[in-house]
């Protein structure tokens, strides 16, 4: 189980769902035929880099570094 440790110390499951609202938030004005493609990629590549305890400040990252 994923563990996601928030900027005041606390801590909770890891919900991969809040990650893909935000891709979703991110690919949605792009205005793509088929945004699952870009969406599948960027997913897959936050997915190999996320360790099983995060902080908020690392998904950031992680995720600005899986959209490139």
Same mark, same amino acid.
């Given at each position: 189980?994923?563990?996601?440790?928030?900027?005041?110390?606390?801590?909770?499951? @890891?919900? &991969?769902?809040?990650?893909?609202?935000?891709?979703?938030?991110?690919? *949605?004005? !792009?205005? #793509?035929?088929?945004?699952?493609?870009?969406?599948?990629?960027?997913?897959?590549? @936050?997915? &190999?880099?996320?360790?099983?305890?995060?902080?908020?400040?690392?998904? *950031?990252? !992680?995720? #600005?570094?899986?959209?490139?």
């Amino acid at each position: 189980m994923k563990t996601v440790i928030h900027r005041d110390g606390k801590t909770e499951k @890891f919900q &991969m769902e809040q990650i893909l609202r935000a891709i979703q938030t991110i690919v *949605d004005p !792009l205005q #793509l035929d088929d945004p699952f493609v870009p969406m599948f990629k960027i997913i897959r590549n @936050f997915e &190999m880099k996320l360790p099983d305890e995060v902080t908020t400040d690392q998904i *950031d990252r !992680l995720l #600005l570094k899986a959209i490139e």
